[in-house]
Each structure stands twice: as C-alpha cells, then as structure tokens.
C-alpha cells in the first residue's frame, strides 16, 4: 500500500487591511450636528458655483454705468435687481461671485490633484526605492521649501504670461512637497511592517505591493492632506489675482474681485468685502472639514 502525500495549499499572498463598507456610514452617524451643517453648506457652496451661468441675473462683464457702485439692499439708493450692490463699473456683484467662485473653486481644485497626484508618486518613490533616487526627491522637497512661491510665481509668469494654464500649473506646484515629505515617511513606516515583509518574500511584484499594500495604507493621511491643500490652494489664487498675478480682468475669482476693490475700502466698501466674506468661508468650511476627517480616520483617535 502506497502512502499519499497530502496537497500541498496554494501560497496566499497577504494583503492590506481593507476599510469595511459601513465604516463611512458609522463615522457619519457620529459626526455632530454642526460638523453636519458645515459639509452641507460647503456642498450647496460647490453647487451653487457649479450651476452660476443658470443662477446669475447677469452677465457677470457687463458694465451699466447707470447703476455704478449701488449698494446692497438695506442701504439708500440700492436697486432690488442688484441685492449684493454693483462695482465701480456697474457690474453686478452677486453675478461676478458666482462666477469668481466657480473659476476659483476649479483653478484650486485641478491645482490640488496636479500636487496630490506629483507629491504621492515622488514620495512612494523617494519611501520605496530609496537610494540616490530618495536623496534626490527630498534634494528636491528641501530647494521647494527653501525658496519663497512667490517668487517662483513672478518668476514663471514672467516667463510664460499669466494665461489660465500656467495659473493653474503654477498653483498646482504649490504644496506638493508636504505630500511627499509625509508620504515617503509613511512608506518607510509601512515598509517594515510583517504583512509587506511577508508579500515581498512570497514573490509578490512590486507594482502589486505598491497599489495593493502601500497606497490603501496611506490613503486617509492623503485625504487630510488634500483638504489642507485645497483650502491653502484657495488662498493661493486669491493672492495671486490681489496682486494681479492671476486671472485678468474683466474674468472674475474672488481674489481679483478683492483687489479692484480695495480702491473703494473707505467709501463703498462692500465691492470688497463681499468676495472677501466668500473666501472666509470657503476656506474655514474646508478647514473645518479637514479636521473631522483627521480625527474621524486617524485610528490612533480611538
């Protein structure tokens, strides 16, 4: 009688753990009221700006220099078709921030996805290979860190015009080190854990480790970061456009909309300080979401 060798099992190849489906649901169920509040004005915001060529009464370029500098309702000489005032040049407020807010809103969003997308790739390669490629990624961070961006953007506007493109390409620049500095940490982290020691001495290919171990692993500081960078992104074009580096008039974002205004501080003030009322909000809402989400996903919070 012959002995039988029992079968050899496959070798499973470990993998990350996996957020479960009702995680988001549960973390929703205990976010409170006013964080609730908050998400919800930010998404009609971002609804609002989306559908402005169908909300605004007006063209927000055209000039009535009939009904120049009407103030708000409530003050003496306002019109009721002009319930957020007029500028310098009769253009209608409301109509311009809507359209300001769209632009600016699409200028920081493609913006922070160009910096997400080149500060992750540059740190996972700079956390995974290492090496001289690492030292010259992070050669790379320090010389961003070092110089001051508002250099860097006269420089390149200079160069190449202040074109649409290049605003965005300039502002998409902008923060990509912190991505990298904080992912290539990460990766370092994550790399000496026994589920990735484990895949790579199962022969694992390193495009698998990469997308199927690391990335899940690093996606919710990546959120975090993002929103970060998507209310200092915000900023960024709104002081580019004040200081005429941005979007050329008569195109409308709210940090143009704050410097052809602040010629009129003193007698009709609020030319400016609507568009400046906007970014405020804007940016503290988005801050404010950032924060929920680093404590809703940080597990060390638990």
Known sequence: MTD????????????????????????????????KICIASF????????????LASFDPDAQKLLFRLRPPLGFDR???AYPLGTDQ?????????????????GIALIGSFISLILGTTLGIIAGYMRGRIG????????????VPFTLIALLTVALLGNSLPVLICVIGLTGWESYTRIVRAQVLTLSRLPFIEAAVAAG????????RHILPNIASPLVVI??????ALILTESSLSFLGLGVQPPTATLGSMVGLGRDFLASQPWIAIVPSLVIMLV???????????????DVRLK
Not at 135 to 146: C, E, K, P, S, T
Not at 204 to 211: D, K, N, Q, T, V
Not at 283 to 297: C, E, F, H
């Open 4 to 35: 039988i060798a029992p079968p050899v099992p496959k070798l499973a190849l470990p993998t990350a753990p996996t957020i479960r489906p009702g995680k988001l649901t549960r973390i929703w169920r205990k976010t409170s009221i006013g964080m």
């Open 43 to 54: 998404a009609l915001m971002v609804l609002v700006a989306m559908l402005a060529p169908w």
């Open 78 to 80: 306002a019109q009721d």
């Open 89 to 105: 040049l009769g253009r209608d407020m409301l109509s311009r921030t809507l359209y300001g807010l769209r632009l600016t809103l």
């Open 135 to 146: 030292a010259l990624i992070m050669g790379l961070v320090d010389v961003q860190i070092a």
């Open 204 to 211: 694992a290919p390193r495009s698998r480790i990469l997308l």
């Open 226 to 231: 993002w929103t970060m960078t998507f209310s």
């Open 283 to 297: 940016s503290l809402q988005v801050l404010l979401i950032g924060d929920w989400l680093r404590d809703a996903l």
